[in-house]
């Protein structure tokens, strides 16, 4: 599994590329429209494409629309959250999996349970059904399946977890692009 | 007691999931409510003031519903699936106490199951939400706590004429009845209008029950 996939917060060479970004615009003064333009498009452009992929669903467009000036960062408030017990039950299904004699289906399904709830409450489609799928291996005591289930929801996760960082990096240069072209008027 | 000083309805919401609760939260707060999160049916009992021994109070008239409160609550809205006490519990506990038991209850769940959908109603929920929760069902809330608050409202009314009544029956002598629930009430206007003729003689007698509500 990558190293950068499972640790929060962007990767080093992102950071310092849009940082560079900033910097240049903040020796302009301005930002010049055609990149304006781009980011926005970019933007929708990688969410167009979540939601024809079937990662994402309309949930996902129901918390954007929770997002206001009172509230400015809530979809990533959310969604850093999701990452973080995500990964917590994620290492329990693993954990469980691991025992070589007895699974535990009762906690299986348990923390599948959770996942699935909390992957539907975000919108995270794909991650949700393959949670449902893997609950069915469970109940049917279909050990390899169960395997299986678990190897394409690690890598459904990754996925996810990856466009959703790409997602908000360009929403964070579009807003810190902002607040360079209007000073004093930065998003809490 | 907390009063609402503003038309500000509180929601108590209960679900053991932290994204749940988040998103409830803004939901809630997205449509002017005040809110309260807890993350189990215990808590949910503990911020209202019921503990385990003083479920049924049979002495206690069912109006003043605020005696345990510190703050109050409008409705409560819970997750069914819950570790521990469930939301069918929790609503159930909530149904058998006199001072809770009018408090408006939504349960929410991310299973489609039509008899777990029915049991609840059956049970005393207002509604059955399944999740994830929208904007669109948040706002069907309002009225169920407005019903609520406007049923307080002339119960509050009934009490303060009730009061007026004994203070001007007192040399009299009439036996006048405490508040009492909608239902005793109709039926005992029911029963006094078949009565029929009541004549001064029996009526220290016979109970009245002047306070007759239809709604």
């Known amino acids: ?137 469970v109940e049917q005591n279909n050990r390899s399946a169960c395997m299986r289930a678990l190897e394409v929801l690690e890598h459904e996760y990754c996925y996810l977890k990856n466009k959703l960082h790409e997602l908000f990096q360009i929403e964070q240069q579009r807003v810190l692009g902002d607040a360079v072209r209007y000073p004093g008027v930065l998003h809490p | 007691m907390g009063v609402a000083t503003d038309s500000q309805f509180h929601v108590l919401a209960v679900d053991d999931s932290i994204i749940d609760r988040k998103l409830i939260e803004r939901l809630l707060k997205v449509s002017s409510f005040q809110v309260t999160t807890v993350e189990s049916g215990c808590k949910a009992l503990e911020f209202l003031g019921l503990h385990e021994d003083d479920e049924i109070n049979a002495n206690q008239p069912s109006v003043s519903p605020n005696n345990n409160q510190e703050v109050e609550v ?39 199951v039509p008899s777990r959908i029915s049991r609840c109603l059956e049970e005393g929920a207002e509604e059955f939400f399944l999740k994830p929760v929208r904007l669109s069902d948040v706002n069907k809330l309002k009225p169920h706590m407005m019903r609520t608050k406007v049923k307080e409202a002339h119960q509050q009314n009934d009490q303060e004429h009730i009061q007026e009544r004994q203070e001007q029956n007192q040399e009299q002598n009439v036996e006048t009845p405490e508040a009492e629930s909608q239902q005793d009430a109709n039926g005992n206007k029911r029963k006094s209008m078949e009565d029929g003729a009541i004549t001064i003689q029996n009526k220290a007698q016979i109970q009245w029950w002047p306070i007759c509500r239809f709604d």
Request: hydrophobic share 40%; net charge neutral; with cysteine.
């Open chain 2, 74 to 112: 409008n409705l409560i809205i819970t997750d069914y699936c819950m570790p521990g006490m469930t939301g069918y519990d929790l609503l159930k506990k909530l149904k058998k106490s006199s001072s809770l038991k009018d408090i408006p209850v939504v349960i929410m769940s991310s299973e489609n």
């Open chain 1, 1 to 137: 599994m990558d190293n950068g996939v499972f640790s929060l917060g962007l990767k080093l060479e992102d950071e310092s590329k849009w940082l560079k970004n900033i910097i240049v615009y903040a020796v302009e003064g301005e930002i010049p429209l055609r990149h304006k333009v781009r980011l926005r498009t970019d933007m929708n452009r990688l969410l167009s494409l979540l939601f024809h992929q079937g990662v994402l669903d309309e949930q996902f467009l129901q918390l954007q629309q929770l997002q206001d000036e009172t509230s400015p960062n809530f979809v990533s408030e959310v969604v850093t959250i999701y990452f973080h017990e995500s990964e917590k039950q994620l290492r329990n299904l693993r954990n469980l999996l691991l025992d070589r004699e007895m699974w535990d289906y009762v906690k299986l399904i348990i923390h599948l349970n959770q996942l699935m709830g909390s992957s539907s409450s975000i919108g995270a489609k794909r991650v949700r059904n393959i949670c449902a799928a893997f609950r069915g291996a």
